[in-house]
C-alpha cells in the first residue's frame, strides 16, 4: 500500500506540474496531498532528471518531460 500511495503521489504532481517553475506549496494545495509525500514524489523526480529547482523552492518539470506528457495528452 505505501507503494501505490508513493505512484499515485508522483502521477498526481506530475500531472500539475509544467514548465513554468511553481511552489511545493502550490502543488501541496492543488493534489491536496501531505506536504510529506509531495516532496518525496519532487525529490524522487528530481532524482530521475525529471524535474529542476529553482531559486525559491519553485520545480518544475524538465522541458523533454513537460513535451511528452503534452504528446501522451494529446
Known sequence: PEGQAMEKA?????EKLGV???SADTLIAQTGLPA???QSALLEMELA?????????RVSLMISDAL???KTAG
Open 36 to 38: 510529506g509525500l509531495v
Open 68 to 70: 511528452g506528457v503534452m
Open 10 to 14: 508522483r502521477r498526481m504532481v506530475e
Open 49 to 57: 532528471g525529471r524535474v529542476q529547482r529553482f531559486y525559491g523552492g
Open 20 to 22: 513554468t517553475p511553481v
